[in-house]
C-alpha cells in the first residue's frame, strides 16, 4: 500500500517539473517574439490619425468598375475601340471586331441593250463509271435550256472531258463551240438538241485519274487566248463552268491557283461561276472529293449530287445560271452586306435592289434603262 501510494506521488511530482518546464519555455519563446514585434513596429510609418489621411481601398477589391477595367479606362465603348476613334468603316478596320483589316471596292457596270450573254463550258468525267449519268445528262437537257430560251439569252456552249492526259481541246470541244449556239438553236431547235445529246456522251474510256478542275482551266487560257476553231467565249459574258462527275478531283494545284487562272481573263471575276453535279454522298473520307463543291462556293455557284433525279438537278441549276440574266455580279464577297452601296447614274439607290448572297449578286426590282451607268461599292476583310 505504501508503495503505491510512493509512485503516485513520484508521478504527480514529475508532471509539474515538465510543466513548469514548458511555461518556462513558454515564456521565453514569448519574450523573444515580442522583441522582434518591437523591432519590427519601430520601422513601420505612422498610423494616420486624421480622416483625411485615410486611404479608402476601391469597392470590390480591384476587380469593380473603377479599378481599370471600367467604362472610360480604355477598355470599353469609347475608350479606343469604338466608332469614331479610327476603327469604323471608313478608315479600314472593323469597329465590332478591331483585328479586321476592311478595303474599299467599287464594282461598275453599264445596263446593256440586248441580250444577256451567257458563255457554258461543261467539264464532264469520261471515266468506265460515267455512261448512265452521261446519257442522264443528255435525255434531261431540254429541261434545263427552257429558261435560256424564255429569257433570250445570248449563249454558247463547249464540251471537255476531265482527261487532261489528252489534248484538251478535241474534235468535240470544236464541234460544240460551232454548233451549241443561241443562233443555232434559233435557226434548227430539233437539230440543235440532237447535237447536244450527242457530243455531250463523250465515251468511256478516258484517263482514271480525273483532273476536272484543271481541264477547265487549260480549256480557259486557250478560249479566251487564241480561240478555237475561229470561236472564242466573250469577255463580257458570264463564263459559267459546269463540273459532272462521280469521282474526286486529281487535279495538281490549289483550288486558289486553278481559280485565279480562270477568273484572270475577266475584268469583273464575278462573272465566272463554277457549278457542280458529283458526288456528294461517296462515303468515303478524301478531301479531293470536296474540291468540285469547294470551287463551286468560292464562286456563288451552287452544287448537286449526281445520284439524284437529273431531271430535277438539270431544271434547277438551269433556272439558277439563266436567273443571272437578270443579276449583277459582285468581283468580291461583301464583308458587311448591310452597308453595299448602289448608285445609277451617280445617284443612291436606297431601295428597289437586294443583295443574293448564293450567288454574290446584285439584283434591281426594275432594270435601269438602257446605257444606265451602275456602281456597287462596299467593302471587303483584306
Not at 470599353?76 to 465590332?96: R, V
Not at 470541244?173 to 450527242?198: H, I, V, Y
Not at 435592289?353 to 451607268?373: L, Q
Request: net charge negative.
Amino acid at each position: 500500500m505504501k508503495t503505491k501510494n510512493l509512485k503516485t506521488l513520484f508521478l504527480l511530482g514529475a508532471s509539474m517539473v515538465l510543466l513548469s518546464s514548458c511555461q518556462e519555455e513558454e515564456f521565453y519563446e514569448k519574450e523573444i517574439f515580442d522583441t522582434y514585434m518591437d523591432q519590427y513596429q519601430d520601422q513601420l510609418p505612422p498610423v494616420p490619425q486624421g480622416p483625411s489621411d485615410l486611404i479608402e481601398p476601391p469597392t470590390g477589391g480591384g476587380t469593380n468598375p473603377g479599378d481599370g477595367t471600367n467604362p472610360g479606362d480604355g477598355t470599353n465603348p469609347g475608350g479606343g475601340t469604338n466608332p469614331g476613334d479610327g476603327t469604323n468603316p471608313g478608315d479600314g478596320t472593323d469597329p465590332e471586331e478591331p483585328g479586321v483589316i476592311l478595303e474599299n471596292v467599287s464594282d461598275s457596270h453599264t445596263q446593256k441593250d440586248g441580250k444577256t450573254k451567257i458563255d457554258i463550258l461543261w467539264v464532264v468525267d469520261d471515266s468506265g463509271s460515267m455512261r448512265d449519268e452521261q446519257n442522264d445528262l443528255a435525255y434531261n437537257f431540254n429541261v434545263f435550256i427552257n429558261d435560256f430560251v424564255e429569257k433570250k439569252i445570248d449563249f454558247k456552249m463547249g464540251i471537255v472531258t476531265t482527261d487532261t492526259n489528252r489534248n484538251t481541246i478535241t474534235d468535240t470541244t470544236k464541234e460544240s463551240l460551232e454548233k451549241l449556239t443561241s443562233e443555232k438553236m434559233t435557226q434548227n431547235k430539233s437539230a440543235f438538241m440532237q447535237d447536244f445529246e450527242r457530243l455531250i456522251k463523250v465515251g468511256t474510256r478516258g484517263y482514271p485519274r480525273e483532273k476536272g478542275i484543271k481541264a477547265s482551266e487549260n480549256f480557259t487560257n486557250v478560249i479566251f487566248n487564241n480561240g478555237v476553231a475561229q470561236q472564242k467565249f466573250r469577255d463580257d459574258a458570264y463564263y459559267i463552268v459546269v463540273y459532272v462527275s462521280d469521282e474526286p478531283d486529281q487535279s495538281d494545284k490549289t483550288l486558289e491557283n486553278h481559280l485565279s487562272q480562270l477568273t484572270k481573263w475577266k475584268e469583273n471575276a464575278g462573272l465566272v461561276k463554277t457549278y457542280a453535279i458529283v458526288n456528294t454522298r461517296h462515303g468515303r473520307s478524301s478531301a479531293q472529293y470536296e474540291r468540285y463543291q469547294e470551287m463551286s462556293r468560292m464562286t456563288g455557284g451552287q452544287i448537286a449530287d449526281i445520284n439524284d433525279d437529273f431531271h430535277v438537278t438539270l431544271k434547277d441549276l438551269g433556272t439558277q445560271i439563266a436567273e443571272l440574266a437578270d443579276n449583277f455580279p459582285l468581283s468580291k464577297t461583301p464583308y458587311d452586306p448591310t452597308k453595299i452601296e448602289v448608285l445609277v447614274n451617280g445617284v443612291k439607290w436606297d431601295s428597289g435592289w437586294s443583295y443574293n448572297a448564293e450567288n454574290n449578286t446584285i439584283k434591281f426590282e426594275t432594270i435601269p434603262e438602257a446605257g444606265a451607268d451602275i456602281k456597287v461599292n462596299y467593302q471587303v476583310e483584306e
